[in-house]
């Protein structure tokens, strides 16, 4: 039953919900539909707004660029490129570290967008009710976002590893950097720690490929990502508090509607994204 009800979902949300960019009205018509099958089946449902920068983590991304070619400048020896190199690396480092550190200068450049989250809270009640339950949290992003050269099947896996390793690498980048400049070391030695450094910064580079070309890219299409996990969840929903809603009426009057759309998980909804709880 719970697979059937994520499907009349999905072919729901397929056939009412188009390609729904942030900050856009189509995303908020998708968040008032959200909300409204939330209502019906009697959750608690409020819409959060919120600012958001137009730009995401574009201006971290060009840090991510900016410090790949420094550290490639930066062995250069006894040249003005590399001296050159080597500030760009210190500078790149000193914004990475306010954000590591929590003082991200950076998040508060470029223009803010409007957007929202959709919050439904099922209250537990009820003589099956037990001390010491806790709370379970459903995320799904509704959003439609931009393609990435880093979220095909193939790469998609790489990712998360590429991002939690982003503070060791430019760790090592900074410090092969230092090397540079220690001139009491012999050339070979400084150009090993170079290589390395270049290494260590090949993530970071992917990562602000990824970012700055997702940022100029067209949206996504198809129930793969996004809808799929919204109708995932809104499956689990019906679970615990079923109700005949307006999604499950549009699918009894079209019950040969989408038939052969996969029901399968986004490879983007991750904390990332916004949706409902």
């Given at each position: 039953?719970?697979?059937?009800?994520?499907?009349?979902?999905?072919?729901?949300?397929?056939?009412?919900?188009?390609i729904a960019p942030a900050n856009s009205q189509e995303e908020?018509?998708?968040?008032?539909?959200?909300?409204?099958?939330?209502?019906e089946h009697g959750l608690d449902t409020t819409l959060q707004?919120?600012?958001?920068?137009?730009?995401?983590?574009?201006?971290?991304?060009?840090?991510?660029?900016?410090?790949?070619?420094?550290?490639?400048?930066?062995?250069?020896?006894?040249?003005?490129?590399?001296?050159?190199?080597?500030?760009?690396?210190?500078?790149?480092?000193?914004?990475?570290?306010?954000?590591?550190?929590?003082?991200?200068?950076?998040?508060?450049?470029?223009?803010?967008?409007?957007?929202?989250?959709?919050?439904?809270?099922?209250?537990?009640?009820?003589?099956?009710?037990?001390?010491?339950?806790?709370?379970?949290?459903?995320?799904?992003?509704?959003?439609?976002?931009?393609?990435?050269?880093?979220?095909?099947?193939?790469?998609?896996?790489?990712?998360?590893?590429?991002?939690?390793?982003?503070?060791?690498?430019?760790?090592?980048?900074?410090?092969?950097?230092?090397?540079?400049?220690?001139?009491?070391?012999?050339?070979?030695a400084r150009h090993v720690f170079w290589i390395v450094g270049?290494?260590?910064?090949?993530?970071?580079?992917?990562?602000?490929?990824?970012?700055?070309?997702?940022?100029?890219?067209?949206?996504?299409?198809?129930?793969?990502?996004?809808?799929?996990?919204?109708?995932?969840?809104?499956?689990?929903?019906?679970?615990?508090?079923?109700?005949?809603?307006?999604?499950?009426?549009?699918?009894?009057?079209?019950?040969?509607?989408?038939?052969?759309?996969?029901?399968?998980?986004?490879?983007?909804?991750?904390?990332?994204?916004?949706?409902?709880?």
């Amino acid at each position: 039953k719970s697979m059937a009800s994520t499907r009349n979902y999905l072919n729901y949300l397929n056939d009412q919900v188009d390609i729904a960019p942030a900050n856009s009205q189509e995303e908020l018509d998708a968040a008032h539909l959200v909300k409204e099958l939330m209502d019906e089946h009697g959750l608690d449902t409020t819409l959060q707004e919120f600012d958001m920068p137009v730009a995401g983590d574009l201006a971290h991304s060009i840090v991510y660029l900016l410090l790949f070619v420094g550290i490639i400048l930066g062995g250069v020896l006894d040249s003005a490129a590399g001296v050159a190199g080597r500030v760009i690396v210190l500078a790149c480092i000193i914004l990475l570290a306010l954000r590591f550190g929590g003082r991200d200068v950076l998040a508060g450049l470029g223009s803010k967008a409007r957007s929202q989250n959709v919050i439904g809270v099922h209250r537990a009640s009820g003589p099956l009710v037990v001390k010491g339950n806790r709370p379970i949290v459903i995320v799904a992003h509704y959003d439609t976002p931009n393609e990435g050269l880093l979220w095909r099947r193939t790469l998609v896996r790489y990712l998360p590893v590429l991002k939690r390793s982003a503070f060791w690498c430019v760790f090592v980048v900074a410090v092969c950097c230092l090397f540079q400049v220690m001139g009491f070391l012999p050339a070979p030695a400084r150009h090993v720690f170079w290589i390395v450094g270049i290494v260590a910064a090949l993530p970071l580079l992917a990562i602000g490929i990824n970012d700055v070309y997702e940022r100029f890219a067209p949206c996504t299409e198809g129930a793969n990502d996004n809808k799929a996990a919204v109708a995932a969840m809104l499956g689990v929903m019906d679970k615990i508090r079923p109700n005949t809603d307006e999604a499950q009426q549009w699918a009894l009057a079209h019950p040969h509607a989408a038939a052969s759309v996969p029901v399968e998980p986004s490879m983007r909804d991750d904390a990332e994204g916004k949706g409902g709880q």
